[in-house]
């Protein structure tokens, strides 16, 4: 199968295209429409070592009908768009490369209904996880992705997130129901109905969900809530080596233990929270662990989890039992890449992530360990071990060329580590611009095709995220 995906024409002589499209917006979004250089830098990768390539300008639409306002003009004018949730995103997704139009719907953030006796809601794309959470708590509701920043929905949406409670609730792909989109050529679909399943038809949730605004533009998300648990018990367990704790993960998932959470990480990593969230936990390998259930069975599930974590000489355990040390705790984990950086002042972060099957946990987490030590490298490991899904921030100092080439080699290697393993390129982060040169590796030339080929069919020009998943 053979596709190409159209690219985007050079400026004709006169007015370039992409102020062809920014004079018809202008009259309509005034103010809402920005181009200062600040607000456009704001709005490409401000977070890690990928470079800030700007917007021509950024709109701050309100509704699904100034969505297609944009996406008409700028496919009228062969401009990219680029949507924008809160610029989160660790693999440089929200970068537009080829200039174009941001389109950033942080002000689309209202929840527009909550079902409690279907467990499902549904909100704009500009609403963010904590806002979410915060509107259902009184209904004895949550939305269980937590990705470490206060990510829009539609943003977690594009990225496919997950985060610590995914072992237990799943991902992004497992609590979208049902998405609103405007697709390249302006027209909004609707990909499913409320209903909690449906064999009507392809997928187009499923494809919609991780296409990092290459396919279309959110505009409302129907999501899978979960009722807050009756009771949650949780806390910390330190281990001899990485090898142990990730052996007793393996034990925990594969006995069946309905872990909410089980996060590793390394020495390296808790050093660098001890530091930045003023914890105290003693310098070793060390999972955080969370149950949830009612009283009798977090108990119950804490206390296997006691004895497996003992097998492999996990010990110290500090239970968190009063709630605001459990958020203290989980806040740490949150905070976990901004703890890094202190480590190295003035360094750039190379975040990256990697999924094995959880049978590889174990080996791939100390082959990676052993190779930062040989490389001699600053890269604490974390991770969302329950999962097989585990991350290292490698830190570079982005003015010395060895070190940006060192550092890019041990990404590299990682990668191909995974991959050797069956795993996957990336679990949660995506591909955005970092890791588009390992699709072909992850999915062989045929399997891009048809992902070529769908581009081709939803967006042929390729205004929508140029330069994003398809090498
Ligand atoms: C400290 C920190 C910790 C993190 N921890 C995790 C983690 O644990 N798990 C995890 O999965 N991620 C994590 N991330 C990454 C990030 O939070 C996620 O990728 C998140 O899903 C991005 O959401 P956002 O709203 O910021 O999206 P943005 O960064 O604004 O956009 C991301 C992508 O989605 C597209 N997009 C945004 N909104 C829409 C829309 N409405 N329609 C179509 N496309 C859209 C954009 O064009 C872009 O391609 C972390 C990031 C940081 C900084």
Redesign the pocket.
Known sequence: METTVEERPAAQAGVAPVQEVIAALSAHFGERLAIGRAIREQHANT?TWLPNEAPDAVVFVESTEE?QRVVRACAKHHVPV??????????G??NAPQGGIS?D?SR?NRVLSVHPEDLDCVVE??V?RKQLNEHLRDAGLFFP????????????????????N?VRYG??KDNVVALT??LANGEVITTARRAKKSSAGYDLTRL?VG?????????S?TLRLAGIPEAISGGVCAFPTIRAACDAVILTIQSGLPVARIELLDEVQVRACNAYSKLDLAEQPTLFVEFHGTEASVHEQSERFRDIAAEYGGGGFRWATRPEERTRLWQAR?????ACLPLKPGAKAL?T?VCVPLSRLADCVDETKREIEEMGMLAPIVG?VGDGNF?TVTLVDMSDPQDVAKAKDFISRMVKRSLAMGGTAT????V?QGKRGYMEAEHGAATLDAMRAIKQALDPQNI??PG?ILP
């Not at 680029?82 to 989160?88: D, H, K, L, R």
């Not at 990510?151 to 985060?163: N, Q």
């Open positions: 977070i969505v680029i949507a924008f949730g809160t610029g989160s995103s660790l693999e997704q929200i389109v719907l689309m794309p500009g963010t992705i937590d990705p470490g920043a206060d990510a829009s929905l539609g943003g977690m949406a594009s990225t496919r997130a997950s985060g610590t995914a991902t992004m989109v405007v919609l296409a990092e605004g290459t396919l279309g533009i959110i505009t998300l949150h905070d976990a890449y901004w975040a992530d969302h991350h679990g949660e982060h995506g955005g929508m995220n994003k």
